[in-house]
């Protein structure tokens, strides 16, 4: 028999209180056409048969295919390490410490996160994360909202379009401009940030490396922020923070990112997580938790909830963010990611990879007809015009096992033949080598 929580008779009693004769009664206000009429759900089938289904559908997958895809998210080797810790029982099940005295272990760990990309990122303090790189943007920029009482974003084209889209979604009710810098040629037009800047505006929000991989430092943005009482927002990608100039260098206030590239498999899209970082003035306008460290009174080392702004925890009127959630489990992987790799092996992790798409853009650029889009500096990510359409490149190419990158294109209108090509330590110089030879061969 199929479980029914609730007798029919239950169900006249709950209607009634409600008001209404029916269930059908409770959805009257949404158009009959909108309603489904029927789920064409299949019959039951055997755990073998379901099993057998979605092997057949997963067989559908190329695993095996050589990608030099990242536009915001890549494929880095992850250490065994990480799955067998992060797989622990007591990691693996841990959920919300609300009795945070005895989750001592869940939180000395989020303790050790936050402290983690407080040294990377060079900020004074960090959150628990939050669910993923764009909503930390968008995040970063209601701390500012908040703290200067401003009612104007000014964002670089450079940005991550994805990002972008999703903190112009979320600030789609708020009553909140938002004023877009073109970039050019795929670089930042720092001036143009800096000029955009007024007494109006609530932050600047920049990345680094770019959407188009290429490096620059913002502390003159920055700068022009401060004196203009607004705030330096800064998106950056975790794994070149270990060789390049930090946000706390540059002078940011804000700094997120996408902590995908730490221990996270790519997975399909997630989970992932957003990393958090502030100036030490600005903590109480971080959302989510901050866990502190402190002594009992025999003088033992506890771990505590020192700030939770959280709508769960205050006055929703009050609450920093409706983030209900921190990716608890993911910033733990994050956390071993790093400890295992330490501060040099992460420093060999962004070289490697910088020195591969550099190897990867001396290659393709000696085909006729590509050529590099800019001459900035890059991290591993380098963005190269073709003679021909990208999109279509692309395809013809997947076909051929191997994915060359991202087709620039579909967010930004007049780059068709633009592709953003990435590397990491998952790469190799044979994979580049087989790579310039199918893209020869298809130009």
């Not at 790189?133 to 940005?159: C, N």
């Not at 771990?303 to 609450?319: D, F, G, P, S």
């Not at 959630?325 to 790093?338: E, G, K, V, W």
Request: proline share 5%.
């Amino acid at each position: 028999m199929p479980f029914i929580p609730h007798t029919p008779q239950e169900l006249r009693e709950m209607l009634a209180v409600v008001g209404v004769r029916s269930l059908d009664d409770l959805f009257a206000d949404i158009p009959p056409d909108m309603r489904p009429k029927h789920f064409n759900l299949p019959k039951g089938q055997s755990e073998a048969a379901v099993c057998a289904m979605f092997e057949k559908l997963a067989a559908k997958n190329r695993p095996g295919m050589t990608s030099f895809l990242g536009a915001g998210f890549y494929a880095h080797h992850i250490p065994k390490a990480v799955d067998a810790l992060a797989g622990r029982s007591e990691f693996y099940t841990a959920y919300t410490p609300y009795q945070s005295e005895c989750s001592q272990g869940t939180l000395q760990a989020v303790f050790e996160f936050q402290t983690a990309v407080s040294r990377l990122l060079e900020m004074d303090c960090a959150n628990a994360s939050v669910y993923d790189g764009g909503t930390a943007l968008f995040e970063g920029a209601m701390m500012a909202v908040r703290a200067t009482r401003r009612r104007a974003l000014v964002v670089d084209e450079a940005v991550n379009p994805v990002w972008r889209a999703m903190l112009a979604t979320y600030c789609a009710g708020l009553q909140l401009t938002i004023k877009t810098i073109p970039q050019k040629n795929g670089m930042s037009r720092s001036e143009a940030l800096s000029a955009a800047v007024n007494e109006d505006c609530a932050a600047v929000i920049v990345q680094n490396p770019n959407f188009f991989g290429v490096v620059a430092d913002y502390a003159g943005v920055f700068a022009a922020a401060r004196e203009n009482g607004a705030f330096g927002i800064i998106s950056v990608y975790p794994v070149m923070q270990a060789v390049l100039k930090t946000p706390g260098e540059m002078g940011a206030d804000v700094a997120v990112a996408e902590g995908q590239s730490l221990g996270q498999p790519l997975s399909f899209g997630g989970p992932w997580l957003g990393l958090m970082s502030c100036r030490k003035e600005h903590t109480r306008q971080l959302p989510g938790r901050i866990v502190g460290r402190t002594t009992d009174d025999d003088s033992n080392t506890g771990y505590v909830l020192t700030l939770q702004a959280r709508e769960q925890h205050i006055r929703r009127a009050k609450a920093t963010s409706n983030i209900c959630s921190n990716q608890a489990l993911c910033a733990l992987r994050a956390l071993i990611h790093l400890s295992l790799l330490g501060p040099d092996g992460l420093v060999r992790q962004a070289e490697h990879g910088m020195a591969l798409a550099r190897f990867a853009a001396g290659r393709l650029t000696a085909l006729r007809g590509v050529e590099l889009l800019n001459d900035a500096p890059f991290g591993n990510e380098v963005a190269m015009r073709l003679p021909k359409d990208a999109e279509g490149l692309v395809a013809g190419l997947m076909d051929r096992g191997c994915v060359p990158g991202y087709p620039v294109g579909r967010h930004y209108p007049g780059m068709e033949n633009v592709l953003l090509l990435a590397c990491t330590e998952a790469n190799s110089r044979n994979q580049i080598e087989l790579l310039a030879e199918e893209l020869g061969d298809m130009l």
